[in-house]
């Protein structure tokens, strides 16, 4: 299965600020995506990256907020802006393996904590 | 969108016993239900996965079953070890890039 490389592993920020999360993967991919899991929580999907055009976002994430790049099929980065308390989460970038439909395999995560 | 729900949101048994983790979906068009382990501070990991036509799959002692006339799935782990204390999810596609939504999670202890 890919492998994928996540950083930060985890962070402290300060609130009004904001952090880019970048997902290195060691094989080509034709679908990445990003999720949320507040803390105690299920994991929440953030959006699709789309290679060479915009992502697609679920309901209730919006690009202002979470801008997402996908430059090529290994690379993808998100940025949470302006940060607030309530962006304290685990944020876990995941693709779609070639070999299944669906099946997703994570990266570790990188956990931002907003001060 | 589809709708996942799991239970229960905890779960604790004696080591040797069985568990048994349940999810509903809402989307009868879905055909792909997975079953990922997170272990404390670790990613999620898939474990089993199965497909809408079977109703049911084993990989030595985890168990997944399907009935798709009720929407639901289950996750069967026989003989419970200390290991298999983490959060379990079920999941089930959405939308038409080969997305997933997650369950609301499981916690498992089992007890020495």
């Known amino acids: 299965s890919a492998v994928i490389s996540q950083k930060p592993s985890r962070d402290i920020c300060q609130r009004g600020t904001s952090l880019t999360i970048q997902c290195q993967v060691d094989?080509?991919?034709?679908?990445m995506f990003w999720y949320r899991q507040q803390p105690g929580q299920s994991l929440t999907l953030i959006a699709t990256?789309?290679?060479?055009?915009?992502?697609?976002?679920e309901s209730g994430f919006v690009i202002d907020k979470f801008p997402i790049s996908r430059p090529n099929l290994t690379f993808s980065t998100l940025t949470v802006s302006n940060m607030s308390p309530e962006d304290s989460s685990i944020y876990l970038c995941?693709?779609?393996?070639?070999?299944?439909?669906?099946?997703?395999?994570f990266g570790a995560g990188s956990r931002l904590t907003v001060l | 969108g589809e709708n996942v729900e799991q239970h229960p949101s905890t779960l604790s048994v004696q080591e040797g016993d069985s568990a048994v983790i349940k999810c509903t979906y809402s989307?009868?068009?879905?055909?792909?239900f997975p079953w990922y382990k997170q272990e404390l501070g670790k990613r999620p990991q898939l474990i089993i996965d199965i497909r809408s036509n079977v109703g049911e799959k084993k990989d030595q002692r985890i168990a997944v079953t399907l009935n798709k006339t009720a929407k639901h799935f289950s996750l069967h782990i026989t003989e419970t070890q200390p290991e298999d204390s983490a959060v379990y999810f079920c999941?089930?596609?959405?939308?038409?890039?080969?997305?997933?939504?997650f369950g609301s999670g499981t916690q498992l202890t089992v007890l020495p």
């Open positions: 999941a089930a596609p959405t939308g038409s890039a080969r997305q997933l939504t």
């Open positions: 990256a789309n290679q060479g055009s915009e992502a697609t976002y």
């Open positions: 989307d009868s068009a879905s055909n792909y």
């Open positions: 995941s693709v779609a393996e070639v070999s299944g439909a669906n099946v997703l395999t």
């Open positions: 094989s080509q991919v034709t679908m």
